[in-house]
C-alpha cells in the first residue's frame, strides 16, 4: 500500500476549519478526532457509562447527553479529573480512529487526515503521522478573529490563547505550515499546493502495517494497533 498519515491542527480561531473545508472539497479523507470524540460519549455508550460513574448525573443535559460545558468546568480546574476523563474516552477515540483508517486503507486512499487540535500539544500520535500540518496565523490576527467570533473581550480572548500551545511553538514541530494570515483565496492555493505534494508523495504507510498483516492476520495487527495507540 502507499497509503500515509497525515496530522492536522492549529489553534483557536487560527483557521483550521478553513482548511478542512478546502480539503473535503478536493475529495480527501479527513477523519475528525473531535466529531468521534463527541459520537463515543453518547448516552448507552462504555464511555458514557463510566462517565457518569465517576462524574455524577449532574453533568447530563434533560437528553441525557453530556454537557460538555459542565465537565469542562470540572476537569478544567481539577488536573486529576481531566486525567481520569482522558483515561476513559482516549482509547474509545484511538479505537474508532483506526477503524476509520483501515477504511481508508481498503479503499486505496493515497493519504488521511487526522484532524487532530491537541496534536502537538500531547505529542504521542505525532509518531504514527508520516507529516504534520499546522494552520497557523499571526497573533495579532488570532486574537482579532476570536474576539470577533465569540464576542470576548481583549483580557478573555487572551486568556483562553494563553491556554494552548503557542502556535510559534508549534511552528518548529510541524513538518508543513499553512499560513492563515491572509485572505481565504491565499488559504486555498496554499492547500491546493500541499494536497498535489501529497499526492505525488511516494512514501508509505507504516512498513508494520503490510508486515503485520501477513504475519498474524486482520484480527491480530487490529487488537497489536489499539494497544500500541494506547500504551
Not at 481520569?84 to 479505537?95: D, Y
Not at 513538518?175 to 496554499?190: C, K, M, P, W, Y
Not at 512498513?207 to 495487527?221: C, D, H, M, Q
Request: aromatic content about 8%; charged content about 25%; overall charge positive.
Amino acid at each position: 500500500s502507499t497509503m500515509f498519515l497525515v496530522g492536522l491542527s492549529g489553534g483557536i480561531a487560527s483557521g483550521k476549519s478553513t482548511v478542512v473545508a478546502v480539503l473535503r472539497e478536493l475529495g480527501c479523507a479527513v477523519i475528525d478526532a473531535d466529531v468521534i470524540a463527541r459520537q463515543v460519549v453518547q448516552p448507552h455508550s462504555k464511555a458514557h457509562q463510566q462517565i457518569l460513574q465517576h462524574f455524577g448525573t449532574e453533568i447530563l443535559l434533560e437528553n441525557g447527553e453530556i454537557n460538555r460545558e459542565a465537565l469542562g468546568n470540572i476537569i478544567f480546574s481539577q488536573p486529576e479529573k481531566r486525567r481520569l476523563l482522558n483515561s476513559i474516552t482516549h482509547p474509545e477515540i484511538l479505537k474508532e480512529m483506526l477503524k476509520q483508517v483501515l477504511k481508508y486503507f481498503v479503499l486505496g486512499y493515497r493519504y488521511v487526515i487526522l484532524d487532530i487540535p491537541l496534536l502537538f500539544e500531547t505529542r504521542g500520535l505525532t509518531r504514527f503521522m508520516k507529516y504534520t500540518v499546522l494552520v497557523y496565523c499571526d497573533p495579532g490576527t488570532q486574537l482579532l478573529r476570536l474576539m470577533k467570533r465569540s464576542g470576548l473581550g481583549v483580557a478573555e480572548a487572551e486568556a483562553r490563547i494563553s491556554s494552548q500551545l503557542p502556535l510559534e511553538e508549534k511552528r518548529k514541530w510541524a513538518t508543513h505550515v499553512i499560513d492563515n494570515s491572509g485572505d481565504r483565496e491565499s488559504t486555498r492555493r496554499q492547500v491546493l499546493r500541499l494536497h498535489a505534494r501529497l499526492e505525488d508523495s511516494l512514501d508509505f504507510l507504516w512498513a508494520r502495517l503490510a508486515v503485520g498483516t501477513a504475519v498474524a492476520g486482520f484480527g491480530g495487527l487490529v487488537f497489536l494497533l489499539i494497544r500500541h495507540f494506547i500504551s
